[in-house]
C-alpha cells in the first residue's frame, strides 16, 4: 500500500529516496513521485501512474538535485491511479505533500479551500492537506506551527511528510493511524513509513506514537505529542542485517516463498527448542497470562483470519478453551460481550493492518486480560502495542498472496494451543503427539512441494473458467477458504469455499461442467460425510478436484482428479494441504499469465480500512 520516504541531508538524497521506494515497492501501488527542494530553494517534481522504475528514468532523463525531499508510492483509494492523483501534491509551487491513510473529512475541506480560492489539481482526499498547510504558511506560521495546525483539522488516518521551499532543511511529519518512523543519521535524518525503506542509510530508529508531529533537519530532530508538548520518544537499533531479498532462481517471488515454507515451519517451530519453556516464545509474562485465561477471541483479516479459523478448531478440540474468531474490521465497530478473562489475540503477518490495529486499540481499556499478537514483523505497530508477541520466523514475505507466513502463523497459532492446552484438557500423550507432528511438519510439506509437476498439469483444468467452488468440512474448511481466497486473489477466477455439509443449501444450484469444485478431504470421521457431498455434485455433472490422504480410498475417474496427499498426523493436515492449494492456484494464475506477485488492485500491508 502507500509508502512514504524522505531526507532531510547535507548531500544529495534523489537517489536515497528512490532506493527506499524500491524497498517498499513489494507493499503494491499504482502510482510513485518524488519531490526535491533544489539549491536554489525551487520545488522539483517527479510523479507518475506505473513503477518506481518509471520515476528513475524520468529523472534519469531530466535530473532533479536536492538535499531535502520525500517521495511516495501510492495506492489510490480517492481518484484513479493516474499521474495528477500521485504525490507528492504540492500548493502554489511552495509546499510540497505526502499522505498515507484517508482524510474522511476531506469534502467540507475542500469546499473550504475552493472558497478561499485554492484550485485543485487532483481527485485525492490528500490535495485538501497541502492546501491547508500552505494556506496556514501564508499566514506566518513556521513549518512545524503550520503542520501542528493543520492536522488538527483532519478526520481519519494518516502519515504525512512535508517540505516548504521557504524553510529548504526541514521536513515536517504527522502521523495519527498511520505508521511512521524516523531514521536517524549522522548529519542526516531521514523519515519513512517503514524502517526497511531506510535500513540502507541507517539502524537507529524511533518509532512515532499516535498524534505525534515532528520536524527533522540535517542536524536535529524534535518530536511534539498530539497537544504540542515535546517528547523524547525511544530509539531502537535495529542490528540484524536486512534479508537479502531475490528470487533466488524462482520465476516469482510467490514460487519462491511457496518453497522456503519446509525451513521457514522448521524456523518457527525452533523457537520452542531455544526458549527453556514454550510459554517464553510468547513473550515476558506469558505463563502469567496463560494460567489465568478462560478464553481467547482473534481477531485478523484476509489470510491472517483464516489462521485464526483454523486455531479456533485447534483451541476447542485440543486446548478445550472457548475460542470466538472475527475479522478485525467487523470486531472493531461492534457492541460486544466478551468472556471474563479473556485474552485477545491478534494475527498479522505486518503488524501494520490498519483494522486489526484498530481493533487492539479499541479493545484496551479492561475488556481483555491482555493481548498477544502472532506477526512476522518485529518492532511492527502490532508489536510494539501489544503485551505478548509470537514472531513467526517466515523471513521477509514479497508475494502479496500470502503464502509461508500463513502457514507459520499456524504453528504459532498450534504452539499456543499447546502452551494453553497443557494447562486445562490436554494430555501429556496428546501434546507428545502434537510435538512429534511439529517436528514432522517440514518432511510433510517437502513432500508436497514434490507433487508441482501433477498439481501443474491440472491446473490446465482452470484455465477457461469464470468461477470454481472450494469445499471442506471441518478444519478443513478455512483451509478450503485459504485455497479460494489465494486463487481469487492471484487467477482472478472468482472462487467461493463453503462447508461441504452447506452444499445442498445454495451452493448445488451453480454446480455444472463449467464449476470445477475443488474438495480437502479430511481422513477422520467426517471423511464418508465428505464422499457423500462430493457424490452430490458429480451426479450434477460438476468436475471435481479432489486433496484427499492417500490411504483415504479416493480414486481418480471420470470427471473426478484425485491427488493424493502425504499421509501426515491429522493435526498438521491443514497446513500440508495449504502448500498444494498454494501451487494450484500459483499454476492457475501463471497460465492465466497475471502479475502473480502483484495481483491487480491488491495491496501486501494495507494501512488503510
Ligand atoms: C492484505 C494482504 C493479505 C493479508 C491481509 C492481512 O490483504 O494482501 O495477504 O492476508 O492483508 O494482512 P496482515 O499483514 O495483517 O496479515
New binding site residues.
Given amino acids: 500500500m502507500c509508502g512514504i520516504v524522505a531526507a532531510a541531508a547535507r548531500r544529495e538524497v534523489s537517489e536515497i529516496l528512490l532506493e527506499g521506494l524500491r524497498r517498499l515497492e513489494y507493499r503494491g501501488y499504482d502510482s510513485a513521485g518524488m519531490a526535491l527542494i533544489d539549491n536554489e530553494h525551487n520545488l522539483q517534481l517527479h510523479k507518475q501512474q506505473g513503477k518506481v522504475c518509471e520515476l528513475e528514468k524520468a529523472q534519469k532523463l531530466h535530473p532533479h538535485l536536492g538535499c531535502t525531499g520525500i517521495a511516495h508510492t501510492r495506492w489510490a483509494t480517492h481518484g484513479e491511479p493516474s499521474g495528477a492523483n500521485a504525490h507528492p501534491h504540492i500548493s502554489g509551487q511552495r509546499v510540497a505533500l505526502v499522505h498515507n491513510g484517508i482524510i474522511e473529512n476531506h469534502a467540507a475541506l475542500r469546499e473550504e479551500l475552493l472558497a478561499s480560492g485554492y484550485e485543485f489539481s487532483s481527485a485525492t482526499d490528500t490535495e485538501v492537506v497541502v492546501h491547508l498547510l500552505h494556506q496556514a504558511l501564508d499566514g506566518g506560521k513556521t513549518l512545524l506551527v503550520a503542520l501542528q495546525e493543520t492536522v488538527r483539522r483532519l478526520e481519519g488516518a494518516y502519515a504525512i511528510a512535508a517540505v516548504d521551499v521557504e524553510h529548504p532543511d526541514q521536513v515536517v511529519a504527522a502521523r495519527k493511524g498511520s505508521p511512521l518512523v524516523i531514521g536517524v543519521g549522522i548529519g542526516e535524518n531521514f523519515l519513512a513509513s517503514d524502517q526497511l525503506a531506510l535500513r540502507q542509510v541507517t539502524d537507529r530508529f524511533i518509532f512515532l506514537e499516535e498524534g505525534d508531529v515532528v520536524e527533522i533537519t540535517p542536524s536535529s530532530m524534535q518530536i511534539y505529542d498530539e497537544s504540542g508538548v515535546p517528547v523524547e520518544r525511544k530509539r531502537t537499533l535495529i542490528s540484524e542485517a536486512v534479508e537479502v531479498v531475490d528470487l533466488g532462481g524462482f520465476d516469482h517471488y510467490m514460487l519462491k516463498e511457496i518453497h522456503e515454507q519446509p525451513r521457514a515451519l522448521a524456523a518457527t517451530y525452533a523457537q520452542a527448542a531455544t526458549h527453556p519453556h514454550i510459554d517464553d516464545c510468547f513473550g515476558a509474562g506469558a505463563a502469567r497470562v496463560f494460567d489465568r485465561v478462560k478464553a481467547i477471541q482473534i481477531v485478523?483479516?484476509?489470510?491472517?483470519f483464516h489462521a485464526g479459523m483454523v486455531a479456533r478448531y485447534w483451541l476447542e478440540e485440543l486446548a478445550g478453551i472457548p475460542c470466538q474468531v472475527e475479522v478485525a474490521s467487523e470486531f472493531r465497530y461492534r457492541k460486544r460481550v466478551t468472556h471474563a478473562d479473556s485474552l485477545l489475540v491478534t494475527?498479522?503477518?505486518?503488524?501494520?493492518?490498519a483494522d486489526?490495529l484498530a481493533a487492539l486499540r479499541n479493545a484496551a481499556g479492561g475488556e481483555f486480560i491482555a493481548s498477544l499478537v502472532v506477526s512476522n514483523v518485529a518492532n511492527s505497530s502490532l508489536v510494539r502495542e501489544s503485551d505478548l508477541v509470537f514472531l513467526t520466523k517466515a523471513g521477509m514475505e514479497i508475494g502479496?498472496?500470502?503464502t509461508k507466513?500463513f502457514t507459520t502463523q499456524l504453528v504459532g497459532l498450534l504452539m499456543l494451543t499447546l502452551a494453553l492446552g497443557r494447562r486445562r484438557a490436554m494430555s501429556e500423550e496428546k501434546q507428545q503427539e502434537v510435538v512429534a507432528a511439529l517436528q514432522s511438519l517440514p518432511d510433510y510439506v517437502q513432500q508436497t512441494l514434490e507433487l508441482n509437476s501433477v498439481i501443474e498439469e491440472l491446473s490446465g483444468a482452470f484455465i477457461p473458467k469464470h468461477h470454481a467452488l472450494f469445499l471442506g468440512r471441518g478444519i478443513e474448511y478455512p483451509i478450503a477458504m485459504e485455497g479460494a481466497l489465494k486463487l481469487k486473489e492471484i487467477s482472478y477466477i472468482h472462487a467461493e469455499a463453503y462447508p461441504a455439509g452447506e452444499l445442498k443449501h445454495g451452493p448445488l444450484a451453480l454446480v455444472d461442467d463449467d464449476m470445477p469444485v475443488v474438495a480437502v478431504a479430511p481422513s477422520d470421521d467426517l471423511l464418508e460425510k465428505l464422499k457423500s457431498n462430493l457424490e452430490e455434485v458429480r451426479s450434477r455433472g460438476g468436475e471435481l478436484f479432489v486433496f484427499a490422504d492417500q490411504q483415504a480410498g479416493f480414486v481418480s475417474e471420470p470427471r473426478v482428479k484425485v491427488f493424493p496427499m502425504p499421509h501426515c498426523p491429522e493435526v498438521i493436515k491443514p497446513i500440508v494441504y495449504t502448500v498444494a492449494l498454494q501451487l494450484l492456484s500459483y499454476h492457475v494464475a501463471l497460465q492465466k499469465g497475471t502479475d502473480v506477485d502483484k495481483p491487480r488492485n491488491?495491496?501486501?500491508?494495507?494501512t488503510v480500512e
Fill in positions: 485478523a483479516c484476509g489470510t491472517s494475527i498479522s503477518q505486518s503488524g501494520e493492518t486489526t502479496v498472496a500470502s507466513a491488491l495491496a501486501k500491508s494495507v
